[in-house]
């Protein structure tokens, strides 16, 4: 089945513990970008990867890192959680290199307490 | 930053009613998206329109875009509760993407 997965759903955390979350996807595609959401808010995009090794900001990129070593992952790092990051976090991915039509994984619920 | 915005914040209807959502957006984009969101979990792309398009249809749902005003609008014709959902417009440039809020579309049966 063609998806994209995100582990673990749900975390909760203390402030400055790092934590990853890993995002996978099974239909090789090339983009790959993290979002996250809060009420009233939207989605907001974090970071992006138009190919292997390829990573570039979004909107809101601060206290975060990615890589892309390989095609089918995107991990989201977080070296040092604060509570502003207590947020609903979803990886998505698309064919080709741009963002069209995206696949969304399950999202994770992290809270930074 | 946010790029679409959409009208309503929250639209409550009854079954068989349509349905009209709309997004404003501020920059050129390449082209705009629709997605549905069900109760905190994954966006499912329901339609993408090119900025030479105007109108696309897919099943009961039509879109409209008009470059000129920045504007969208998203049509869901004979509504079923299984509707019932969060509508996100989505505005893409060449590698990024941008969301608004959200229209959360109630439909009772």
């Known amino acids: 089945e063609a998806q994209v997965t995100q582990n673990p759903r749900y975390l909760i955390t203390v402030t400055g513990k790092k934590l990853t979350v890993t995002c996978s996807q099974n239909?090789?595609?090339?983009?790959m970008s993290w979002y996250r959401q809060d009420p009233g808010l939207g989605l907001r995009q974090i970071y992006y990867?138009?190919?292997?090794?390829?990573?570039d900001k979004g909107d809101v990129p601060e206290g975060y890192k990615v890589s892309r070593k390989e095609k089918r992952n995107f991990p989201l790092i977080l070296e040092s959680p604060s509570p502003n990051q207590t947020s609903l976090y979803f990886c998505?991915?698309?064919?080709?290199?741009?963002?069209?039509?995206?696949?969304f994984g399950p999202g994770t619920r992290l809270t930074v307490t | 930053s946010q790029q679409g915005e959409e009208d309503p914040q929250a639209l409550s209807i009854q079954e068989g009613e349509n349905a009209t959502m709309n997004c404003s957006y501020k920059?050129?984009?390449?082209?705009l998206q629709w997605y549905r969101q069900n109760s905190g979990r994954g966006l499912v792309h329901l339609i993408l329109?090119?900025?030479?398009?105007r109108e696309k249809h897919s099943g009961r749902l039509r879109v409209t875009l008009d470059t000129s005003k920045k504007s969208s609008s998203l049509l869901i014709t004979a509504s079923r509760a299984a509707d019932t959902a969060s509508y996100f417009c989505?505005?893409?440039?060449?590698?990024?993407?941008?969301f608004g809020a959200g229209t959360r579309l109630t439909v009772k049966p």
């Open positions: 998505a991915s698309s064919p080709g290199t741009n963002p069209y039509e995206q696949y």
């Open positions: 239909m090789n595609h090339e983009y």
């Open positions: 990867s138009m190919n292997v090794e390829v990573t």
């Open positions: 920059t050129s984009i390449n082209n």
């Open positions: 329109i090119r900025s030479n398009e």
């Open positions: 989505a505005t893409a440039s060449y590698n990024d993407m941008r």
